[in-house]
């Protein structure tokens, strides 16, 4: 209740965070303070604001500092962002008035994305007419002192009701995500299998996605990358959750695994993590609830019949599968 005093414990908080590795005991006051910080940022007491041209430039300035996702390269790069055809919105707590807890950056597009250059070109046109799609690009947790406590659903969920409020004609929700763990994935397997996976060797060349790619190495990429999404999984307690972490949110959140996109992102980042690739799940509002209970009771992915087949078209699927695909 002290002034300034939600504040300092969430500072306090990162601070302690960064410590743990080196100091284990202090696991306890961690527990503690996760505990409370669960009870104090519930969704009751967040509120949700559309963030335009006319919020506060200190808040503005954060949206620079915190974009974890698509770095935002200085002023002009943040008012395209915050055009007539785009939407922001972030969760707010009444004690940090000034401090963005999460935010969502979303296009308005006329059909689902699958790059994300076009939709970060600050000198592309703005299309707000006619638009049936909106395509989640950017999601960013700003506390790092919050960390463990879930915002990304709630926030998902009530920005799309808001955007349906807003613009009835909308069809269609989705992402355009990043598949980060995919090529450390990729790099263990070449390790593993090194003679099945011999094809990929071009990959070893920096610019190996530079000039013309053969369509084989595409159609082993492809392939692979959904054979990932769909079968790596992690161990210990999360040992049947999907290995990737962009997966495991919007997969647990209810969305559907629907595309793979070939060279989505070109970025130096989107090459070295991921080949390339980036992936649309969709959320049908509709099926959210049921999709988001098969995963957590029977481990069921939703997926698309398309991506389904590439993974049993995959080399690394068991026979069986691979017999079903033919």
């Known amino acids: 209740m002290a002034p300034g005093g939600t504040a300092a414990l969430v500072e306090l908080r990162k601070e302690l965070l960064r410590g743990l590795r080196d100091n284990p005991r202090w696991r306890v006051i961690d527990a503690d303070l996760l505990h409370l910080q669960r009870e104090w940022f519930n969704r009751g007491f967040l509120r949700l604001e559309r963030i335009d041209w006319r919020t506060s430039a200190i808040v503005l300035e954060k949206l620079i500092q915190y974009e974890a996702v698509h770095a935002i390269e200085g002023w002009r790069d943040l008012r395209r962002r915050l055009e007539a055809d785009r939407r922001c919105f972030a969760f707010f707590h009444p004690q940090l008035p000034e401090e963005p807890i999460i935010f969502i950056e979303v296009a308005l597009t006329r059909t689902m994305s699958a790059h994300i250059q076009p939709l970060l070109d ?10 049936d799609c909106a395509m989640f690009y950017s999601i960013t947790n700003c506390q790092e002192g919050l960390r463990g406590i879930s915002f ?10 808001e955007l349906r409020r807003e613009f009835p ?3 269609r929700f989705a992402t355009l995500s990043p598949i980060p763990g995919f090529r450390r994935w990729l790099d263990q397997k070449k390790r593993e299998q090194p003679i099945e996976l011999a094809a990929l060797a071009r990959l070893e060349q920096p610019d190996w996605h530079v000039g013309e790619i053969p369509d084989a190495l595409q159609r082993t990429l492809l392939r692979l990358c959904a054979y990932y ?12 959750e999907p290995l990737d ?9 209810g969305a559907v695994l629907e595309r793979l996109n070939w060279m989505g992102d070109i970025s130096e980042n989107g090459i070295k993590r991921s080949a390339g690739l980036m992936v649309n799940y969709v959320y049908w509002l509709n099926e959210l609830e049921r999709n988001h209970e098969r995963y957590f009771r029977e481990h069921v992915i939703a997926a698309s019949p398309q991506v389904e087949k590439l993974a049993r078209e ?11 695909a033919a």
């Open 122 to 131: 600050i000198g592309s046109p703005v299309t707000p007419a006619n638009c």
């Open 152 to 161: 990304g659903n709630l926030l998902i969920k009530q920005v799309a009701e």
């Open 169 to 171: 004609h909308l069809r």
């Open 229 to 240: 999404l769909l079968h790596a999984k992690e161990g210990g307690v999360r040992e049947s």
């Open 245 to 253: 972490p962009v997966a495991r949110f919007h997969l647990g959140n």
């Open 314 to 324: 995959c080399l690394l699927a068991p026979p069986a599968e691979k017999g079903a």
